[in-house]
């Protein structure tokens, strides 16, 4: 089972935790609760369309600032999994084009199944209107509302193993609407209120996606994914692309309008490297494969049938797989500090037959100390957690 399907799995487990994981090497890699991701999705299969996105995403209310008492008041709703604000054009069917949107998201079988329109729609509203308006309090808003949207199960999502919690996936969005905002101005007012000087003082992935809200086919979007003990919080910036000709060779940086991609200083404390990502993913029609890239490869070892990093302090790509209908890309950062175009760079053909990473077999030494730790799972799945939810993100707002 390919590396993206099986993230998600994990992501709660381990995307709330702060802790030092195992290690062979000297430098033993840690994890903090702040990501940032890059992500390029190319979708030759449903939307014939390229689209970059930065993703920034935390677990801690530290570090990004949503007020407890809204925070406790979605997890506490019975039902909710996701509550959403885009300024992204036609947010689902029916809102005028250049509205804004902030949509409840609530999954309830048996409410769909009573196929009774009426009673869907009343039950829905009634949740999303007890929250709009501490949203719009919190987030300066005046967002009205604007009808009750039942998401169809989409086939892209499968496609991508997401888990339909922004996605959709036999939900109901409860949609209200506002005049749309430029996406330069209501990136900066949701980085104001969401983020500690810590973070937004600290360059990185958030300056190119500060850069890319200026563009004007740019969009901004804010999700709140609630669970039972905690939420997950999630500031993307988009851009999309059409596909006019055959895509031959990959160059990220390109479509985020940067010559280089530099790592936040927030994690210059310790070694974290998986907490900044890069990733492509390729949909198609027919295989294709990856037959050159810039860079190195990340050596791996293959663990329960996944592809995994055997050494994390090397920068480079790690393919799961680089062949076939899907393909998916991550670069790692290794103990490096940014990568420049030449780096991530790759070349793709129609084939079946891709590159493959150096498998490096590895005999770990137990570890002095087993605190933070949870035998049951690879802490090497943590590769991907926010590249997932990012994808998930994306097919939330273009599925429609």
Not at 367 to 384: Q, W
Request: aromatic share 8%; glycine share 6%.
């Amino acid at each position: 089972m390919h590396l993206l399907k099986h993230v998600i799995i994990f992501s709660l487990v381990f995307s709330i935790l702060v802790f030092n994981v195992f290690s062979v090497y000297a430098q033993q890699p840690q994890l903090a609760s702040f990501h940032e991701v890059a992500q390029v999705l190319i979708d030759q299969k449903f939307q014939n369309q390229t689209t970059a996105f930065i993703g920034l995403e935390s677990t801690s209310p530290l570090e990004m600032r949503i007020p407890a008492g809204l925070d406790q008041k979605i997890r506490n709703t019975a039902n909710i999994t996701s509550v959403t604000i885009t300024n992204a054009q036609n947010c689902v069917l029916g809102v005028p084009k250049y509205d804004s949107c902030v949509l409840v998201t609530i999954e309830d079988p048996s409410l769909i199944e009573s196929y009774n329109i009426t009673k869907i729609q009343t039950q829905s509203k009634a949740v999303g209107d007890s929250l709009i308006g501490d949203i719009n309090s919190v987030f300066h808003l005046n967002s009205e509302f604007n009808n009750v949207y039942i998401n169809p199960k989409g086939e892209f999502s499968n496609a991508l193993g997401t888990s339909g919690a922004v996605s959709g996936n036999r939900t109901i969005s409860i949609v209200y609407t506002m005049s749309s905002s430029k996406s330069d101005y209501l990136f900066d007012g949701f980085t104001s209120i969401l983020l500690p000087p810590q973070i937004k003082d600290s360059g990185g992935f958030l300056d190119v996606a500060k850069k890319m809200s200026s563009n004007s086919n740019s969009s901004v979007t804010f999700a709140i994914i609630p669970r039972t003990d905690v939420s997950s919080y999630q500031l993307q910036v988009s851009e999309r692309f059409p596909i006019k000709s055959t895509i031959a060779t990959i160059n990220p940086l390109d479509l985020f309008g940067i010559d280089k991609l530099d790592r936040s200083s927030y994690f210059s404390t310790g070694f974290f490297p998986l907490n900044s990502i890069l990733q492509v993913t390729l949909l198609s029609n027919q295989p294709q494969a990856i037959t050159g890239h810039g860079g190195d490869l990340v050596p791996i070892q293959e663990k329960n049938g996944q592809i995994l990093p055997s050494d994390f302090t090397k920068a480079g790509w790690l393919f799961d797989p680089s062949s076939g209908s899907q393909i998916t890309a991550i670069y790692l950062f290794g103990t490096t500090l940014s990568a420049s175009k030449n780096d991530i760079r790759l070349n793709i053909e129609n084939g079946t037959t891709g590159i493959s990473n150096p498998v490096t077999p590895i005999t770990p030494t137990p570890p002095t100390s087993t605190k933070h730790m949870n035998t049951d799972y690879s802490p090497y799945v943590l590769i991907g957690i926010v590249a997932a939810a990012g994808v998930a993100i994306y097919i939330f707002l273009r599925k429609r």
